[in-house]
């Protein structure tokens, strides 16, 4: 069975700190996909990037970046110098097939709060 | 813009009584997913769908119904709602690859049950 864990249940920062959001998983699937979605107060889920699991090449996207490594089934989201309009829940998730067809399995979520 | 549009946004419902959330997507997306979010759980899989006509089971789908009448529509239905119940319904759709598919989610329907 698959499972992502997100430990920090919250976190706290002031803005312009950087803060890294962590994210395991657990797969015993050689071929899967790993997704961030942010959830902002307003509650839609928006997408924020994919990851398959023969890209171990790290991503940054403006203020955005993520470090994954297979090596210890982490996927890793890093926000530079953030702001209050991060504030925010953030779900990692995964994808794996599952009889023929692909499911997400979310992590619990962890909530960013930036504060001025 | 429309994307994926859930209605309501909000019900109060008493214990017993019945309902049924509409999502619709104008996307052309093949999968579609009904969530419940609940605090400190993240979000489960309750059904899907992966055509019009077809749906399946998710992680927790006890107490709902389906349905996938329409490719741009899917139907969430409670017969006899239960306070457990009461919880965050999101609907999301994606394009028909697996595994790598982007889902796309609506805005979420905030569920009382009494």
């Known amino acids: 069975a698959q499972k992502v864990t997100q430990a920090q249940t919250e976190i706290s920062v002031v803005e312009k700190e950087d803060v890294t959001l962590d994210c395991v998983y657990e797969t015993r699937d050689t071929t899967y996909y790993l997704f961030w979605y942010k959830q902002p107060p307003s509650g839609e889920l928006v997408f924020l990037i994919r990851?398959?699991?023969?890209?171990?090449q790290n991503e940054i996207s403006g203020r955005y970046s993520w470090n994954f490594q297979k090596s210890t089934s982490s996927f890793n989201f890093t926000i530079t110098a953030s702001q209050v309009v991060d504030s925010a829940v953030y779900f990692c998730?995964?994808?794996?097939?599952?009889?023929?067809?692909?499911?997400?399995?979310f992590g619990k979520g962890t909530m960013l709060l930036v504060s001025p | 813009n429309a994307g994926v549009t859930q209605t309501p946004k909000f019900r109060v419902l008493k214990t017993g009584q019945s309902m049924t959330l509409l999502c619709a997507q104008d996307m052309n997306h093949e999968y579609m997913y009904w969530y419940r979010q609940d605090p400190g759980m993240g979000l489960r899989l309750i059904h899907y769908?992966?055509?019009?006509?077809?749906?399946a089971k998710g992680e927790v789908p006890d107490g709902y119904n389906v349905s996938r009448l329409k490719k741009q529509n899917f139907l969430l239905g409670l017969e006899s709602a239960a306070p457990s119940q009461t919880s965050v319904y999101f609907c999301?759709?994606?394009?028909?690859?697996?595994?790598?598919?982007?889902?796309?989610f609506g805005a979420g329907t905030r569920l009382s049950v009494l």
């Open positions: 990851r398959n699991s023969f890209d171990e």
């Open positions: 769908s992966v055509g019009e006509g077809t749906t």
């Open positions: 999301a759709s994606s394009y028909s690859d697996v595994a790598k598919n982007i889902q796309y």
């Open positions: 998730a995964l994808s794996l097939l599952n009889s023929g067809y692909s499911t997400l399995t």
